[in-house]
């Protein structure tokens, strides 16, 4: 398809780029904008490896083509990372979680269950673990198991309900 531009917001920054609207997300996010983060396993929605928020919502970038997010705000893995740096933090408290609680092995699947819980939290900042499991339902993981991912989303849950994070809402939705 002959290339356009796409105007969009991207981790809380206006961007514009010229490019195929079918390419997808996923792509145009690692090859246009250097956004690594975010992976590439299946590439056909089965994997959760590619999730990223669009205006809000935890999405399958794979999935979703570049012409699609005209104009709507895309956050990434890198922008959850930027969150805990503006408030000091190395990373931001999901992230800390997921590597106190052993839910990272490989981390080929981390960035996309980040971002399944990241949408989950900011729903319900007090799921239960049937709501943690259903909202990790489209993310595989080969390595280190649901339970440890499960219990790092609950205790990142309680973390940012005492740290008051409220400004977490700032640039994705
Ligand atoms: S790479 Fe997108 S769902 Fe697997
Ligand atoms: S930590 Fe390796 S796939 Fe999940």
């Known amino acids: 398809m002959k290339e356009q531009v796409i105007a969009f917001e991207l981790n809380g920054e206006k961007v514009e780029t010229y490019t195929d609207p079918a390419l997808s997300l996923l792509h145009l996010l690692r090859s246009r904008f250097n956004l690594l983060g975010t992976k590439e396993g299946c590439g056909r929605g089965e994997c959760g490896a590619c999730t990223v928020l669009v205006d809000g919502r935890a999405v399958n970038s794979c ?5 699609k997010v005209r104009g709507r705000k895309v956050y990434t893995i890198e922008g959850v990372t930027a969150e805990g740096l503006l408030r000091g933090a190395k990373v931001h408290p999901l992230q800390e979680a997921f590597v106190e609680s052993g839910a990272v ?11 399944s819980t990241y949408a989950l939290l900011n729903d319900n ?3 239960s673990p049937e709501e943690v499991r259903e909202a990790i339902s489209g993310n595989l993981c080969r390595c280190s198991g649901y ?5 790092a989303v609950l205790e990142a849950a309680q973390r940012l309900k ?11 939705t």
């Open 63 to 67: 999935l979703v083509p570049a012409g």
């Open 162 to 172: 005492a740290q008051d994070w409220q400004d977490r809402n700032s640039g994705k």
């Open 147 to 151: 339970k440890q991912i499960e219990e």
């Open 105 to 115: 092995q490989c981390g080929f699947c981390t960035p996309g269950m980040v971002m």
């Open 125 to 127: 900042p007090s799921p």
